[in-house]
């Protein structure tokens, strides 16, 4: 059995569809005979851009808070950087904020 990974994504809410799709699209998602599976919570964002970054929201020197989702779903290793790949194309932030996890199915 591969290595299976859970991923967890913030992005501002009005860029949640198009994330989920495109990392659907790469393969997120997939458990046993379903696809595109994620689970999405709202939450807050709080963040302060510093001297040489282009926020798409708020001002430099200025600490921002905005509405995003936090996005999780499963993939299998292998194929991981293709879904971090959709990430980095569809998100709009300069840096996108993420974590990945391994997980252990027990049966």
Known sequence: MAKRYK????VPQTH???LREAIGAAGAGVIGKYS???FTVKGTTRFKPE???DPIEGDVGTVEEVTEDRIETVREGAKLKGVLAAIRKVHPYEEPASDVYPIELVE
């Open 7 to 10: 991923l967890v994504v913030y």
């Open 36 to 38: 595109y599976c994620t």
């Open 51 to 53: 001297r040489g970054t």
């Open 16 to 18: 949640g569809d198009a």
